[in-house]
């Protein structure tokens, strides 16, 4: 219940960009807001961006804006983080995570997180 | 915005009880009650454990439990289990619809 799936991580180089995938469960999918959270290697949680549960609003980490995007694609139940632009300091595995709530107030299910390395 | 406050490492024996505290400001732990505290075994993707800051998760045993006072909220495990030993990270919402988490701490059962 509640299993979020992450997929798209890998290696790239600085200033390359990748799109990470999350499948979100058809039961939550449009009724939470759903956030991506990062954790560099060794250190704590990160929030990154947040969804609205409809899709209409999206709100970004002052770390990855202008950089980073959510988006989503309703057929499939999938949300996606594109990040752009990247750096040495965005290597981290990635978490997607459904909101307690249809709004922004903390993560409830998480997916088993995509790592992303960001080097040279 | 700078993270909550955790301390890095908290330690217990079985049985024991133990309090970790994630102090903020009064631009997020002071004003919001969405205090979550999650729990992050090595290697695993964090779990919720309390949501609003005293609210726990079907199937949450209720030796976890959470409060606030200020600007500092607090996890408290009681009667201290083996499989209790694990990283402890807690959020609040900080308006603006943004989300803070804390550094993390790491509690240790001796």
């Known amino acids: 219940q509640g299993q979020l799936v992450e997929s798209g991580g890998g290696v790239v180089q600085p200033g390359r960009s990748l799109r990470l995938s999350c499948g979100v469960p058809r039961f939550t999918f449009g009724y939470s807001a759903i956030h991506w959270v990062r954790q560099a290697p060794g250190k704590g949680l990160e929030w990154v961006a947040v969804?609205?549960?409809?899709?209409?609003?999206?709100y970004y980490a002052d770390s990855v804006k202008g950089r980073f995007t959510v988006s989503r694609d309703t057929s499939t139940n999938t949300l996606f983080l594109h990040m752009n632009s990247l750096r040495d300091e965005d290597t981290a595995v990635y978490y997607c995570?459904?909101?307690?709530?249809?709004?922004?107030?903390?993560?409830?299910?998480w997916g088993q997180g995509t790592l992303v390395t960001v080097s040279s | 915005q700078s993270a909550l406050t955790q301390p890095p490492s908290a330690s217990g024996s079985p049985g024991q009880s133990v309090t970790i505290s994630c102090t903020g400001t009064t631009s997020d732990v002071g004003t919001y009650n969405y205090v979550f505290w999650y729990q992050q075994h090595p290697g695993k993707a964090p779990k919720l454990i309390i949501y609003d800051v005293t609210q726990r998760p079907s199937g949450v045993p209720d030796r976890f439990s959470g409060s606030k006072s200020g600007n500092t909220a607090s996890l408290t495990v009681s009667g201290l289990q083996a499989e209790d030993e694990a990283y402890y990270h807690c959020?609040?919402?900080?308006?603006?619809?943004?989300?803070?988490f804390g550094g993390g701490t790491k509690l240790t059962v001796l």
């Open positions: 995570a459904t909101d307690v709530r249809s709004y922004c107030t903390g993560c409830k299910y």
């Open positions: 969804l609205s549960y409809d899709g209409s609003s999206e």
């Open positions: 959020s609040s919402y900080a308006g603006s619809n943004n989300l803070i």
